[in-house]
Structures are given as structure tokens and as C-alpha cells.
């Protein structure tokens, strides 16, 4: 910022970063590669409620990482700064999304108790300048970020033309995509977004409205619920993106639940939610829907999700193992492969394979020794590791494995096999083994 006389009076430094993203062909891509969102919804709450620090963002970005998330949506408002320049630097896509929800208006109108024109912010006038004022603080506030692929319109406020302007402000001032779920149900604006996006569709039902509408790409922008014993089928979602091109992605709802710490009379604190402070009309266990706990202990069905958001898809077979490698720009030669037999548990042989999988190829490498001969449940487990430390994890950190079990398992009173000795440096074993045929 510089003075009438042209004296700088402030200046801000910022880092920068050079990327190319749009849609191309149809398809969104980055720099040049089709891409696939990993994605979370990811609301701005911790133990203070919306008040985060950035060494607690950064934890949170932390475990995203290491769990194999490669999107965020800020799910449902623009986040603070220091989210944007942390994911700038731990390599997120991110949609920034517009401070913008009316679902009481939209749901009173699909209840039908008011028509169409009568949903706020809708066509109502009195509204445009409000939707474009937020629209215009969010994009030059956060354009500068390169994590920032796409901006949202909002969120559940169903449609008309003030949403409709946003999304011409939005692609009159920056070239990134325009993002906006309510034409799923108001089309009257279908130029409010340039991307087919819905809620928790069912992965067939997406498949036939590809198969009907293939003028745009198309995501999930919130499902796979995870609340209670929820969670099921999202291995659905995840064949269709790499089996469909158009399919681009999925964004699961949410990232942790947002409670607040109460005591009650006996002095125990807990987490407190859905009217435990006395409030109504409240949302019951709603706000408890998140892969993490409040306190970000993980949930059981994030074990599923990492596996199936590893970035490395991987068939393990007697006569060796397959490698398709889902990046977009970083060989498998990053990892070290290390490939392990184990019977019901106890390690009987490791050995380290070389691989250098090129993005978006796939390769078979044969095992680094030989299999068993005796009887008994044999596993196979490839797994590959980070070389060095990161950011977000250190060295030896599992980005990706594949399983196979051989064998079968032995009665009871049945003889073991003798033991074998773990593999040495060249990866073979002692012990009853031979060259699977």
C-alpha cells in the first residue's frame, strides 16, 4: 500500500505458487492430468468452538494428510488465512467456498409450505449486493493461494438469479471453475455452476446421470455420512472415479465432531452437543458426524478410508504383486517397497523391491523370496513407505499396502511348519520355502 506521494506504507509478503487448473477436454485437470478429489468437508471447530489456532489447523491438516485426503472443501464459509497458507504448503485442492446457507427457506419450499420465488436469497433483489459483496471479499482476500481450485457459491440455498450473478462475478474476475450443489434442485440457473455436483446420490444413480448428462464433470460434494454406524459402500465411489472420467471425485461429510467439554454433577467432564446446554430447537447428535472425535481420536471406519484413499492401488498374488499408481505426478520410486510373509501373524521372511511405477501406470513385480511349502494361512502383505520425513509424517510412514492370504488355515492339533528366520538384506529366508510355480 503506498501514500498519495507514492511512499510504501504497508507491505505484505505472500507466497506464491505456479499451477494450472481448469477444465479441459471436459474433464478438470491439473496441469495438464485429470484429477480425482479424496475430499473432506471440514467445518472451522475445536475445543473452543470456531475460535482455531493455526498450530490446531495445522494438526488437523496433519491427519488429513497422513490418512490419505488430497481435498478439502471449506465446508460452509471461508476459513482464516492461515488455512489457505497451510494448505498451500501441504499440498491440498481446495473449493472456498462462499459464506452462504438458507436451508430453512429451501426446505420450507420443498415442504411446500412457500413457492419457489419466495426462497431467500432467490431472485429477491434486496440480496444481490450482499451475495456479491461476500463473493468479492472471499475471492480477493484468497486468490493469491494456489491451493484454491474452485470457488463455491454456497451451500444449500437452493437457486435463482442472485446466485446466478455470484457465479458470473466469480468467472468474470478469476479463471478457476465455479462450484455450486443447489442446481440439483432448482435448474432454472443451470450456468450457476460449471460442475455437475449432488449429496449423497448413490454410486449407480451417478453412473446414469453421467451416462445422461456428460456435458459437465461431475463430484460428490458431501456424503458417506459418518455418524453412528454409518460409512458403508464408499469403495463404490472410489471404483467409479477411476473407472469413469467424468466422475471426478467425492467429499465425505465430516471431518470431526463438533462438541464442546461440559461437566456435569459429578464432576466428570464430556463432550457436550444436541441440547446438552440447554438450548433449542437444537440438532441432536448431528453435529457428532465426523471421521475424528472432537478431541481428533480417530474413528474405526478411518482405517477404511485411508486404505481406500491411498494414492498406490495394489494386488498381491502368489506369483508376485501388481502396482497401479493413482498419482498424478510422483513415481513409485519415492517409496520404499518392502514386501513381508507372515503365518497367522509371526513375521517369516521381508525383503525390499525396487519399483519406479509412472504416474498413472501400472506394473507386477515378482516376491523378493520364495513361499512355503507347509501348511497353514500364509499372508502376504506390500507395503509401501515414505523414504524420509515430511511435514506431515515421518520416515517410515505407510502411504499405501496391499494384502493376500495363502493357504488356508490349519486345524486345531495340527502340525506347524518349522520355523524360518526372518529374511536377511537379500530378502530370502530359511526354512521350508520354494519358488512359487
Known amino acids: 500500500m503506498a501514500s498519495?506521494?507514492?511512499?510504501?506504507?504497508?507491505?505484505?509478503?505472500?507466497n506464491v505458487g505456479i499451477r494450472s487448473f481448469a477444465i479441459e477436454d471436459g474433464l478438470m485437470k491439473v496441469n495438464g492430468k485429470r484429477v480425482v478429489f479424496h475430499g473432506m468437508n471440514r467445518h472451522e471447530f475445536g475445543a473452543r468452538g470456531r475460535v482455531m489456532t493455526r498450530e490446531e489447523t495445522?494438526?488437523?491438516?496433519?491427519?488429513?494428510?497422513?490418512?490419505g485426503f488430497n481435498a478439502i472443501r471449506t465446508s460452509h464459509y471461508p476459513n482464516?488465512?492461515?488455512?489457505?497458507?497451510?494448505?498451500?504448503?501441504?499440498?491440498?485442492?481446495?473449493?472456498?467456498?462462499?459464506?452462504?446457507?438458507?436451508?430453512g427457506s429451501w426446505s420450507a419450499h420443498i415442504r411446500g409450505e412457500i413457492t419457489a420465488e419466495q426462497v431467500i436469497p432467490g431472485s429477491h433483489p434486496e440480496w444481490r449486493d450482499t451475495l456479491l459483496d461476500r463473493a468479492t471479499s472471499m475471492l480477493e482476500r484468497d486468490k493469491n493461494h494456489p491451493s484454491i481450485v474452485i470457488w463455491s457459491c454456497g451451500n444449500e440455498s437452493f437457486g435463482?438469479?442472485?446466485?446466478?450473478?455470484?457465479?458470473?462475478?466469480?468467472?468474470?474476475?478469476?479463471?478457476?471453475?465455479?462450484?455450486?450443489?443447489?442446481?440439483?434442485?432448482?435448474?432454472?440457473?443451470?450456468e450457476s455452476t460449471d460442475i455437475h455436483s449432488q449429496m449423497y446420490t448413490p454410486a449407480e444413480k451417478i453412473e446414469e446421470f453421467i451416462a445422461a448428462n456428460p456435458d459437465k464433470p461431475f463430484i460428490v460434494c458431501e456424503f458417506a455420512h459418518a455418524m453412528g454406524n454409518s460409512f458403508g459402500a464408499v469403495h463404490k465411489y472410489v471404483d467409479l472415479a477411476y473407472r469413469e472420467p467424468l466422475f471426478q471425485g467425492f467429499f465425505i461429510w465430516d471431518f470431526a465432531d463438533q462438541t464442546l467439554a461440559l461437566t456435569d454433577r459429578h464432576g466428570n467432564t464430556f463432550a457436550g452437543y444436541g441440547g446438552d446446554f440447554g438450548e433449542s430447537p437444537h440438532d441432536a447428535e448431528?453435529?457428532?458426524?465426523?471421521l475424528f472425535f472432537a478431541d481428533r481420536t480417530p474413528k474405526p471406519f478411518l482405517q477404511e478410508v485411508k486404505y481406500l484413499f491411498q494414492p498406490l492401488h495394489i494386488t498381491v498374488e502368489r506369483d508376485g504383486f501388481e502396482v497401479t499408481n493413482r498419482h498424478l505426478f510422483t513415481p513409485t520410486s519415492a517409496y520404499e517397497c518392502v514386501v513381508t510373509l507372515a503365518r497367522e501373524g509371526r513375521e517369516l521372511a521381508s525383503g525390499v523391491v525396487a519399483?519406479?511405477?509412472?504416474?498413472?501406470?501400472?506394473?507386477?513385480?515378482?516376491?523378493?523370496?520364495?513361499?512355503?511349502?507347509?501348511?497353514?494361512?500364509?499372508?502376504?502383505?506390500v507395503s509401501f513407505r515414505q523414504r524420509t520425513s515430511t511435514a506431515w509424517a515421518g520416515a517410515g510412514h505407510e502411504v499405501a499396502f496391499g494384502q493376500g492370504v495363502l493357504g488356508t488355515r490349519p486345524?486345531?492339533?495340527?502340525?506347524?511348519?518349522?520355523?524360518?528366520?526372518?529374511?536377511?538384506?537379500?530378502?530370502?529366508a530359511a526354512g521350508p520355502l520354494r519358488r512359487s510355480t
Do not use: C, W
Open 80 to 103: 482464516s488465512s492461515f488455512f489457505y497458507e497451510l494448505a498451500d504448503t501441504y499440498g491440498f485442492y481446495v473449493i472456498d467456498e462462499m459464506n452462504l446457507e438458507s436451508h
Open 355 to 381: 519399483t519406479d511405477v509412472a504416474p498413472g501406470e501400472s506394473s507386477r513385480f515378482p516376491l523378493p523370496f520364495d513361499l512355503p511349502t507347509a501348511g497353514g494361512e500364509f499372508t502376504l502383505d
Open 4 to 14: 498519495p506521494d507514492g511512499t510504501v506504507t504497508e507491505y505484505i509478503p505472500q
Open 411 to 428: 486345524i486345531d492339533g495340527a502340525a506347524s511348519p518349522d520355523p524360518a528366520r526372518r529374511a536377511g538384506a537379500g530378502g530370502t
Open 286 to 290: 448431528f453435529s457428532a458426524n465426523g
Open 160 to 190: 435463482g438469479s442472485n446466485i446466478a450473478a455470484v457465479a458470473d462475478y466469480f468467472r468474470a474476475t478469476d479463471s478457476r471453475p465455479v462450484h455450486y450443489e443447489g442446481v440439483t434442485f432448482d435448474n432454472r440457473f443451470p
Open 58 to 67: 495445522e494438526s488437523d491438516l496433519k491427519l488429513l494428510k497422513a490418512a
